[in-house]
């Protein structure tokens, strides 16, 4: 089936592994389809000695992409003094991740969450008096210009285009959903954070949004990303949480949990057409982060149950929040967690983001790591076959069917996985 090209990507006669698109149905490289795995490790949560090392182990997990945020509160506490020292050196960690070949996605914000406190933002800049954040309110768009140019001036040189790492760029976060605004107010501002990114430098082959719970996604200007968890610990309740529909083959894609503890009435509809645009994941639990009153143990099974689901489900990008756990960096004047004494419902740990992740954090790799490997070895192995097939359930609505039936009960048999989709 002809598949509709998207207008992201890059293209390098020179060298044809460096160049990238996307279709409506999945990424290409090369001109080849290709289901990346991507995970998320924040170079700012780790000890900067010790991060080529951590790169490695995610190289050797068959992680193909890399995502971090870059938190505005770690580089800029106090307004007008910006620490890119030690773990807080994204233009060293970037080198790194060019040594290791490990491509990059940068998560700028300027709105982020991650469990920061202010979701990112500096207490200075939330406590500026008549400033309406997250908003196309000309002050605060001003401090968020300048902003994405600090991060840029650590950034240039290592852009897709200059032979470096970042392949893209993520503009805000749960827009529209956790915060922000909705309609087409929302879809303006998005715009124009995009465009502002844009003139400082970010021009990158792909940009994305989160999509899920009616977050914004302007149609044609970003592809949307979703996620889904094993259990919500950002929940004000210490109940058995209910049936996870992470855990079907199915056509819903949202995890309607996501960003409960911060969203506004939720929206019941994507903002965006879905049809028009692949599946892709940005957050998929590689664990999960505790808070003080809800402290759920992940179990290897629980993250390669959900790994399974969304790649019977059309799946086509594998992307996971957090991959790699670490450690919240101290702090000029306080620390940086998230907690009710911040104005946030739940209090997280003050230091620790270990997020019962893939790879500690500190480092330790976890039983996880060893059963979601063979996954990603499948797709590294397989992904261009499995990207051009199709999702469709029994009974005639549209379980993954492959174009040629031969070779897809090898493909699955290879990783364990016959018998799990009824052909």
Known sequence: ????????????????????????????????????????????????????????????????????????????????????????????????????????????????????????????????????????????????????????????????????????????????????LTGEAGVRHMKTIKQLAKEAGFRVPYYTATGWGGAIVPEGEMLPVLGGYCDAPWEQHIHEMPLNANYLFSHNKDDGSIGSDLQKEREQEFTYDTEKYPYFTAELGGGVQVTMHRRPVVDKKDTCAMVICKLGSGANLLGYYMYHGGTNPKGKYSTLQESKDTGYLNDLPVYSYDFQAPVGEYGRIHDVFYHLRPYHLMLKEFGS??????????????VRSAHIQSGWTDLLSAVGRKNIVSM
């Not at 076959?385 to 549209?398: D, K, N």
């Open 1 to 180: 089936m002809k598949r509709k090209k998207l207008p992201f990507g890059y293209d390098d006669p020179s060298c044809p592994e460096r160049t990238l698109g996307a279709t409506d149905r999945y990424l290409t490289r090369n001109g080849r389809p290709w289901i990346p795995v991507m995970g998320e490790f924040h170079f700012s949560r780790f000890r900067s000695e010790f991060w080529e090392e951590e790169i490695e182990k995610m190289k050797a997990g068959e992680v193909q992409i890399l995502a971090t945020y870059v938190f505005w509160i770690h580089h800029e506490e106090k307004e007008g003094e910006w620490n890119f020292e030690g773990q807080r050196n994204l233009r060293e960690f970037l080198g790194i991740c060019r040594k290791c070949e490990m491509p990059v996605f940068l998560r700028i914000g300027p709105w982020s969450h991650g469990e920061c406190r202010n979701g990112g933002f500096p207490d200075w800049l939330i406590q500026k008096e008549g400033i309406e954040v997250r908003t196309d309110q000309p002050l605060y768009l001003s401090y968020v210009k300048r902003f994405f140019e600090k991060i840029y001036g650590q950034t240039d040189g290592f852009l897709w285009k200059q032979g470096g790492p970042v392949l893209g760029i993520q503009v805000e976060n749960e827009y529209g959903h956790c915060g922000g």
């Open 385 to 398: 076959m499995m990207a051009e097939t199709e999702f469709i359930l029994p009974g005639g609505r549209q």
